[in-house]
């Protein structure tokens, strides 16, 4: 049984191998990376490997930490759009309670200020019609009546 499965293992590298020799020659046919190989980046990274296979390491290892600050922008802008609405709604909530504020005193206010103006015009009224009145303006005539 020992014997039998360096064959089986052998057996199964070489159909590994062939798929990823089908794999590779799939990625070599595509159309995308036919351009890019025949651009002036391609055919540098085809002439220097181990740049092409730093630039690969590379681009992997920063995808996360690019993806995590990208996340983190997003949200922080989320965020700051949270904080401006709220901010926002606070602002106005608390300039609206002012403003009733404002409003009930000058409500309270313009009804003093109605009130005196009434209560001095009948009392200026009175006055005026007391000092004037024609009985003191002729004091020496005397009007009876008998009502």
Not at 49 to 69: D, E, H, N, T, W
Request: aromatic letters at 6%; proline letters at 4%.
């Amino acid at each position: 049984m020992a014997k039998g499965e360096p064959t089986s293992v052998s057996k199964d590298l070489k159909e590994l191998q062939g798929k990823l020799s089908l794999l590779i020659k799939s990625f070599q046919n595509n159309s995308k990376v036919v351009a890019f190989m025949k651009s002036p980046v391609g055919q540098c990274l085809d002439r220097h490997p181990f740049l092409a296979l730093s630039v690969l390491v590379f681009v992997a290892m920063s995808a996360v930490p690019v993806g995590l600050f990208l996340l983190l922008v997003v949200l922080s802008s989320l965020a700051a759009l949270v904080g401006v609405i709220l901010l926002e709604g606070l602002v106005i909530s608390v300039g609206g309670l002012t403003l009733l504020c404002v409003l009930s005193g000058l409500v309270f206010l313009s009804l003093a200020i109605s009130g005196t103006v009434m209560v001095s015009s009948v009392v200026i009224g009175s006055l005026i019609s007391y000092w004037f009145s024609p009985r003191l303006l002729h004091p020496h005539e005397v009007h009876y009546s008998l009502c």
